[in-house]
């Protein structure tokens, strides 16, 4: 199974998981600082014509779950799941309308995984009320024994906010609000407060409480300037919504600066999703965006994102089925992933 790739990848191997020598997990780091780690997202629970395979469309939770369970054994950081909650006409084409609801599907994988991390990449979080979400993801953390990472973002489907009454044109200035008002839900007290121009609360009780503490990691996604604002101000990470390589250092130092600025010095995992992977030599067309080749040579593009300043990589393989998705994986953790951070 590739051992040598749990040592270079997310959780290393003889490592006691998120709970550290015993107790409960804790810290607001959940990368080993320094190291080049990766993670996924899972197929099957999103249909964008822009990264979907032919074969999702068919397959089930029985392939979800062989997936989740083979990142788990093969030392991913993470697996991910995102959000929509209706995709309108005009973009379900491109976007498809199959997107599995993100505290569902990983509260569902949390059940059969045991150390790899639960990233929502990204939840449109200003489409909920701060409590529920709190309530939903802290469910999540308790039952995965404090595994969660809480991406949020924007959002871009104006009919979407629409729909459910929030003001799409305001939706950063109300996420900003929401971030800070789950920050405080998802901490360590059972009764939060919080006062915000749009939130507030007070003697209300939540749990379960995350098992996490202080709480979760909150990781912000997006590559505009204000998202990146909210992400070094207000984030726990950063998640890059697919920026090349070429724009990430502009990308990393805007976020240096403002968190120098705001001094603020505690843990920050940098995110980059890379370009989508074959290893080894295929024999089909993988497209021209592919980076393929020997594991050596993956592993010496791949490297470029740590010189940069990146923390953790979003991987994506080319694959027609699941055994081949699951061969890729394998592959990559035993072959490539030992010399990330050579």
């Known amino acids: 199974m590739g051992g040598s790739g749990l040592e270079s990848g997310g959780v290393p191997q003889g490592d006691p998981g998120p709970h550290g020598p015993r107790g409960a997990p804790h810290g607001l780091r959940v990368l080993p600082e320094g190291r080049l780690s990766y993670g996924m997202q899972v197929p099957i629970t999103s249909l964008s014509t822009l990264y979907a ?10 392939a979800l779950r062989q997936v989740a369970r083979a990142a788990d054994r093969l030392g991913f950081a993470y697996v991910a799941t995102c959000d929509h909650v209706a995709v309108p006409v005009r973009l379900a ?4 309308t199959t997107w599995y609801d993100p505290v569902a599907t990983l509260a569902h994988l949390a059940a059969v995984t045991e150390r790899t991390l639960l990233l929502s990449h990204v939840s449109v979080a200003a489409l909920r009320h701060p409590l529920v979400l709190a309530k939903q993801y802290a469910t999540v953390d308790r039952l995965s024994d404090g595994r969660l990472v809480l991406g949020v973002g924007a959002g871009h489907v104006r009919e979407e906010f629409q729909a459910l009454g929030v003001d799409f044109h305001r939706r950063g200035a109300l996420l900003d609000e929401t971030v800070d008002a789950l920050k405080a839900a998802l901490g360590p007290e059972e009764f939060p407060e919080f006062r915000g121009s749009r939130f507030a609360f007070r003697g209300l009780g939540q749990a379960p409480r995350p098992a996490r503490t202080p709480r979760p ?17 207000r984030g726990d990470g950063w998640l890059s919504q697919g920026d090349p390589r070429e724009r990430l250092p502009e990308r990393i130092d805007a976020l240096r600066r403002l968190r120098e600025k705001a001094g603020r010095d505690g843990p920050f995992a940098v995110g980059a999703i890379s370009e989508a992977l074959y290893v080894g030599t295929p024999g089909w067309d993988v497209g021209p965006r592919t980076l393929s080749g020997r594991a050596g040579t993956v592993a010496e593009s791949l490297r470029v994102y740590g010189a940069l300043g990146v923390d953790q990589i979003q991987v994506r393989f080319r694959c027609r089925d699941l055994a081949e998705l699951l061969d890729q994986m394998a592959a990559f953790a035993g072959e490539v992933a030992p010399l990330l951070n050579d």
């Open 53 to 62: 395979e032919p074969w999702e469309v068919e397959a089930g939770p029985g």
């Open 93 to 96: 084409a491109a976007m498809g």
């Open 217 to 233: 990691p909150v990781w912000v996604g997006g590559s505009s300037p204000a998202a990146l604002r909210r992400a070094a101000l």
